[in-house]
């Protein structure tokens, strides 16, 4: 099966730009988390849909960070504007639903902010 | 509220010897617990999740990890280290009360010497 992907895999911009970054889960998924690495720490949530509804938002920072996830299928994250404090790698990963479900993550975004 | 610590940032063994990567976990209900892998450049893979019962659990890669309930703990063990072992490991704990959100540790960078 193809895994996880993410696009791009790198991405540069200037502070107040915008970027989007997009994720494509495991086909039948029904989950998906995006996760944000920064500066080589802990690996924070972000949010959780289940299908197309957000079943948990409380790891997005703030209002510059807005995701969706189209008709249950792949799911895009925009931060505008965005900040310095953004940077970092940003995980996409993927489940079927169950609490013993591992997760499938993607191979990431690194969003530097300059 | 769910969280997981790693107390090592960093472990070295010597190719053939064991190897322990530690995790303690805090969780309100029944903890769910992995083990995830993450090579450079690369997503996190899944290594090995906890299963209800088994002490000692096997994985790939010839990974085991073993649950202790009384110390909270989930150590990651390997009885004869590779070099390509090396790589970052980290541990993650769901539980009960909030089954879709994962909690990751910071990581521990695992390097095995010839």
């Known amino acids: 099966e193809a895994g996880v992907t993410q696009f791009p895999s790198h991405s540069v911009i200037e502070k107040g730009q915008t970027v989007t970054l997009r994720c494509d889960p495991i086909s039948g998924h029904d989950n998906l988390y995006w996760y944000r690495r920064v500066m080589g720490k802990e690996i924070k949530f972000l949010l959780h849909?289940?299908?197309?509804?957000?079943?948990?938002e409380s790891g997005m920072p703030n209002n510059r960070f807005l995701a969706e996830r189209t008709g249950g299928t792949y799911s895009t994250l925009k931060v505008q504007p965005a900040e310095l404090e953004d940077s970092g790698v940003y995980f996409c990963?993927?489940?079927?639903?169950?609490?013993?479900?591992?997760?499938?993550f993607g191979n990431g975004t690194r969003l530097t902010v300059t | 509220a769910q969280s997981v610590a790693q107390p090592e940032d960093q472990v070295n063994v010597a190719e053939g010897n064991p190897l322990t990567v530690k995790c303690t976990y805090s969780v309100s209900g029944n903890p769910y617990l992995f083990w995830y892998v993450q090579y450079p450049n690369r997503g996190l893979q899944f290594l090995l999740k906890?299963?209800?019962?088994?002490?000692l659990v096997k994985g790939s890669y010839g990974f085991e990890a073993e649950f202790n309930k009384s110390q909270t703990s989930f150590h990651l063990k390997n009885p004869s280290a590779l070099v390509s072992d090396s790589a970052l490991y980290f541990c993650?704990?769901?539980?009960?009360?909030?089954?879709?959100?994962?909690?990751f540790g910071d990581g521990t960078t695992l390097t095995v010497k010839p």
């Open positions: 993650a704990v769901r539980d009960d009360t909030n089954a879709g959100k994962s909690t």
């Open positions: 906890y299963i209800t019962g088994d002490n």
């Open positions: 990963a993927s489940s079927v639903t169950g609490r013993n479900s591992p997760l499938h």
């Open positions: 849909f289940v299908k197309e509804s957000k079943q948990d």
